[in-house]
């Protein structure tokens, strides 16, 4: 006969869960995660912080995301660049009948979607900003290599794709209340959006 102590019994309880764990984590894919059309931030500091930049704001463009959180910022201006590289395209097997055949990719992989900001203290409790960004980076082109007669072009015709833009430019102001529950902050920011869709 085995005596197990409890000592020992813990212990090979731990060592179990650990090794199932341990199964489990191996098994499980990796995560992606994307914000589809809409970047991830605007300028670096939001991007570095995973698009937690109304939480953490202390660039120029913290307007883009909460108008309260300029108060309290250093005079500041800042423009940036982001440059989205997305891989569009499809596979085809067997007969085709009205898209072109094989390994179709689209043109344009690279875009650049632009941003930049101030901010301007007035006083130790309020200030006003102005920002600019946009959105884009997922558009398709596909031209006239893919012509193929007499079939036509990629859909049947000649040259086509997809364009869609976003753009915003926010001008906001912000004030910091002192209250019986402390400091309390009011911001706002009107912003004129403009939107641009081809298709063709």
């Known amino acids: 006969m085995i005596w197990v102590t409890p000592m020992q019994h813990r212990f090979s309880q731990r060592r179990l869960s650990l090794a199932l764990m341990a199964l ?3 098994g499980a894919p990796g995560a992606q995660a994307a914000d589809g ?11 570095a912080l995973g698009g937690a930049g109304t939480a953490d704001q202390r660039d120029a463009m913290a307007l ?11 005079r500041q201006f800042g423009v940036g660049m982001t440059v989205v590289n997305v ?19 689209s043109g344009r992989p690279w875009f650049p979607v632009p941003n930049g900001g101030y901010i301007q ?11 600019s ?8 082109s596909y031209g006239w290599g893919y012509w193929h007669p007499p079939r036509g072009g990629l859909f049947g015709g000649g040259f086509t794709g997809v364009d869609l833009q ?18 309390l902050t009011f911001g706002f920011a009107p912003t004129l959006a403009v ?3 081809n298709l063709f």
Do not use: C, H
């Open 24 to 26: 489990f984590l191996a």
């Open 37 to 47: 059309y809409f970047l991830i931030g605007y300028g670096p500091r939001q991007k």
């Open 64 to 74: 883009s995301v909460n108008p309260a959180g300029i108060v309290g910022l250093d």
């Open 87 to 105: 891989e569009r395209g499809y596979d085809t097997n067997g007969p085709v009948r009205v898209i072109s055949p094989g390994r179709v990719e």
């Open 121 to 131: 203290p007035i006083d130790d409790a309020s200030a006003w900003s102005v920002a």
């Open 133 to 140: 960004y946009s959105n884009g980076g997922v558009n398709t």
């Open 166 to 183: 976003q753009g915003f430019t926010s001008f906001g102001y912000a004030r910091r209340f002192n209250t019986p529950l402390g400091p």
């Open 195 to 197: 939107q641009m869709f």
